[in-house]
């Protein structure tokens, strides 16, 4: 029987296309599954994030009845411009919100509020000042649960809690 033969060239090109056709085919899978991964929460954008969605206002309420207010570190999308706490007060997740900024005005860059759970106050460990769950006198941002449940946050302007 005849055996058939075949160019050094010829091989030489089938065998670099198929190198390059695997290496296309698994930027491909990584590339998939790079998207597949991200997971960016819905926002109005208008140069910086105008409006941040919370999660869903039922489950956000449940967490914070069991362990406490949520920090968001920061819900602009620019570094630690601004970080929140949210937390709830009441039985309806519809209602009772206060979102409070979490970085003290006229304070270094370092200084954030946290929470305590043994005294149920939010502590400023550089001023040593103590603020209720509500936020008292802290800048407070607008919130509301939309139809779908989920509690948006509106980022535009802070304002002080009415008294």
Not at 51 to 68: N, Q, T, V, Y
């Amino acid at each position: 029987m005849p055996i058939e033969r075949r160019s050094t060239s010829r091989q030489t090109t089938i065998l670099i296309l198929s190198i390059v056709a695997v290496l296309v085919a698994i930027g491909l899978v990584i590339a998939a599954v790079g998207a597949a991964g991200r997971n960016n929460p819905p926002v109005i954008q208008a140069g910086k994030r105008t409006r941040f969605d919370a999660g869903l206002a039922k489950e956000r309420a449940a967490s914070i009845a069991k362990d406490g207010p949520l920090l968001f570190s920061d819900v602009s999308g620019s570094g630690q411009r601004l970080p929140v706490f949210v937390s709830h007060d009441g039985g309806d997740f519809r209602t009772g919100w206060n979102v409070i900024g979490a970085h003290l005005p006229d304070t270094p860059d370092d200084c954030f509020l946290r929470w305590s759970k043994e005294s149920a106050v939010f502590e400023a460990p550089c001023t040593d000042v103590t603020y209720p769950l509500d936020g008292g006198p802290l800048p407070h941002y607008g919130w509301e649960v939309d139809e779908d449940g989920h509690l948006l946050i509106d980022l535009r302007s802070p304002t002080t809690k009415p008294g």
